[in-house]
């Protein structure tokens, strides 16, 4: 039986949230909801999982994370989040805490405080990176222009975090990842391939000039 009788999930809310707020954090904009889409398209992969951990890195709003522990409201998984950016982090867990979720926010850039410890042992894996093409001197802010600026192919950050994910990702481990056509998805499958995951894309959607679409991997069955 699924571990949940809905077939639709209810956004989360964020009216918590005010105009001052975005002066700091990302503003959920397409591309989260793209993501939130793709984890209720993909709801029976992941409640099948059973995830004892999940994570969102680079987690803003913290809406993504929140929609994942919706999703699983009735299976007792532990949700992490992590930002660069220490408002974004107060912000995640408060809208966690808006929506009956208990969050547990980390500062820190991508996962470097939390690797060692949580080493195999991610279940379900979140991020909506920095993608946009952008001056590599605009990479690195702790401020709001960190959610994303990604420098040379919009990838400067999504590399980095990629060489990480097969030591945080557990056997059976989903990742999800935003991209957008210009960070050239074939080059990131063939990058992760090599580290022994197979990639699938899970929804593709156009937002003005951007194209963008949710990743999914996992590691290849032998």
């Not at 982090?89 to 809208?95: K, L, S």
């Not at 990702?169 to 090599?194: A, R, T």
């Not at 959607?205 to 951007?210: F, H, L, N, T, V």
Request: aromatic share 8%; hydrophobic share 40%.
């Amino acid at each position: 039986m699924s571990l949940t009788s809905l077939s639709h999930f209810p956004t989360p809310k964020i009216s918590h949230l005010s105009t001052d707020d975005f002066k700091f954090i990302y503003e959920p904009a397409e591309d989260s909801f793209l993501l939130l889409d793709a984890l209720e398209k993909d709801c029976v992969r992941i409640e099948k999982l059973r995830p004892c951990i999940c994570l969102e890195v680079g987690c803003g709003s913290g809406i993504c994370i929140t929609f994942l522990a919706t999703i699983l409201k009735s299976w007792p998984s532990l949700y992490l989040c992590t930002d660069i950016n220490h408002k974004a982090t107060e912000i995640a867990q408060q809208t966690g805490r808006e929506n009956g979720i208990n969050i547990q926010p980390v500062t820190t850039d991508l996962v470097e405080s939390l690797d060692v410890r949580l080493k195999g042992q991610v279940d379900i894996l979140l991020f909506n990176p920095p993608y946009v093409v952008t001056p590599e001197s605009e990479v690195g802010s702790k401020g709001i222009e960190a959610a994303w600026a990604g420098g040379e192919r919009g990838r400067q950050v999504i590399d980095r975090f990629l060489t990480k994910v097969s030591d945080l990702l557990s056997e059976e481990g989903l990742f999800y990842m935003v991209v957008i056509k210009e960070n050239i998805p074939e080059e990131i499958e063939q990058m992760m391939k090599k580290e022994g995951f197979d990639m699938e894309t899970v929804l593709t959607r156009r937002s003005g000039p951007e194209l963008l679409s949710i990743l999914r991997f996992q590691r290849t069955q032998a």
